[in-house]
């Protein structure tokens, strides 16, 4: 057995490998390597390389990983973007993040400013609804193909993004995930609009399906949106939807769902 086989971990490397934990590992090992390079840089050099070695062969360095690093993920609401399970099969998701701790994602858009409390609820600061709106009227001029380019540049992750289904696919991490165009369009100018307050781009990205709430014209066709049930709008149960009853904020002028209210 060489010393690099006594040094692998199976269990946490190769199909096994953590994500969040390689993600959460490379950062410390990072931010060691800088903090030791400021001290005296070959030091910082070999702190890198060690830490880099080891993360690769055992999947982690820091102890403990395996159980802090997907809740850490989780709580800044990426959980849907690493997956932290053995399933081989990519994860599928109508949505760019289905899982989102609602406690930081709320505080983080309250902070920023771009939602604000009154009395009678939340609402969208109207700054931020002017720009979220511009940029959605922006991108409804764009092609299927133009929109695609535009989700991959906004996205704070590696992806492949193409127009497919009458929407976009994005290939991410290890999940793939399709939208529908009026979504792309909604999310891209939330992206923006959020990361442009200074919100951590994974936390906008958190925030992309709830913010949808908030909508108050279509943005794919400009026209406005009403609370509806699906029976009402949208291709009925024709579609993929088969609860005629289930409430959406839907466009009248074109059909798109915008939001699905959860069942409650
Ligand atoms: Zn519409």
């Not at 006594?6 to 969040?20: A, D, F, V």
């Not at 066709?221 to 939807?241: F, H, K, L, Q, S």
């Amino acid at each position: 057995m060489s010393v690099i086989d006594s040094l692998k971990r199976t269990e946490h490397t190769g199909e096994n490998r953590c994500l969040p934990c390689t993600v959460v590992n490379a950062a410390v090992v990072a931010i060691v390597g800088l903090a030791l390079g400021v001290l005296w840089i070959p030091a910082g050099f070999v702190a890198l390389a060690v830490g880099a070695v080891l993360v690769y062969l055992r999947g982690y360095v820091v102890p403990g990983t395996p159980s802090f690093a997907p809740r850490l993920v989780a709580a800044v609401g990426l959980s849907g973007v690493f997956e932290h399970d053995d399933e081989s099969q990519p994860r599928q998701s109508e949505t760019l993040d289905a899982n989102v701790d609602p406690d930081v994602m709320l505080s983080t858009l309250l902070d920023a400013g771009v939602l604000v409390e009154r009395e009678d609820g939340l609402f969208l600061a109207d700054d931020a609804r002017d720009d979220w709106e511009s940029t959605m009227a922006t991108l409804r001029k764009a092609s299927d193909d133009e929109l695609a380019d535009a989700v991959d540049a906004a996205l704070p992750f590696e992806s492949d993004v193409a127009a497919e289904f009458d929407g976009i696919s994005i290939e991410g991490p290890s999940m793939s995930v399709w939208i529908s165009r009026p979504q792309a369009i909604a999310d891209v100018a939330t992206l923006l609009a959020v990361t442009e307050r200074g919100v951590d781009p994974m936390v906008s990205l958190a925030a992309t399906e709830p913010l949808r709430m908030f909508t108050e014209i279509c943005p794919d066709c400009g026209a406005p949106v009403e609370e509806t049930t699906v029976r009402n709008c949208c291709g009925g149960t024709a579609g993929i939807y088969d609860s005629p009853e289930h409430e959406v904020l839907g466009c009248a002028e074109c059909g798109a769902v915008v939001y699905e209210f959860g069942d409650e």
